[in-house]
């Protein structure tokens, strides 16, 4: 049990580095929650500061959830790899560094779900990629690749407590992108390359 809650929480803490700031704000001197958005992710920083920092951030936050995962079922096998999954992507989206604001976790979510099933996260990041190509919009290609995780899980036979699993991380993702479903609902949700000022 111990070896459980310390895994947890390690993973929390873990999730909670928010690579979005601490890139904007050491690099480029701008507190990324302060422009664009003011949502810490790879998203804003593509808008606010470009291509290249938005690709370490994303690749950054990946390799988070990848990681934990992977040490996580090394640890304690696949059901702690789970958790550990789940609780990274919750310190993402909720830093206690951040005072508990932060991502909308897809890049961590990406990774976890590598380290879960990498054919699953194929078929997530080409779903995702596709949208994002023909719409335009981060956001919703983000949405299909979150909804369409459990899905996936489903189709490839997956076991019961995987899809419990997917449907968290879904869900999780759904919530965090509440806001940007209501633009694409009313038609104001920015679509992407246009650029965010910084001052």
């Known amino acids: ?35 664009g958005s003011k949502n810490p992710g790879s998203t804003n920083v593509l808008r606010v500061l470009g291509a290249k920092p938005a690709a370490v951030v994303f690749i950054m936050d990946l390799l988070k959830g990848l990681l934990v995962v992977l040490l996580a079922r090394y640890i304690g096998g696949e059901n702690l790899a789970l958790l550990c999954g789940l609780a990274v992507v919750v310190g993402h989206d909720w830093s206690v560094f951040l005072k508990f604001n932060g991502g909308k976790g897809i890049a961590t979510s990406l990774g976890v779900v590598l380290g879960i099933s990498p054919p699953v996260a194929l078929w997530v ?29 489903i189709i490839f036979n997956y076991p019961a407590k995987f899809l419990y699993f997917g449907l968290a991380l879904a869900a999780m993702a759904v919530w965090r992108h509440r806001s940007n479903i209501k633009r694409l609902i009313s038609g104001t949700e920015n679509k992407i390359g246009r650029k965010s000022k910084t001052g």
């Open 1 to 35: 049990m111990a070896k459980y809650i310390i895994s947890l929480i390690a993973s929390y803490f873990i999730g909670s580095i928010s690579t979005a700031y601490l890139v904007s704000k050491n690099i480029y001197k701008v507190d990324i929650r302060q422009y």
């Open 125 to 153: 990041l080409i779903a995702g990629v596709v949208v994002i190509i023909l719409f335009r919009f981060v956001s919703l290609g983000s949405i299909t690749g979150a909804v369409l995780f459990p899905i996936l899980l």
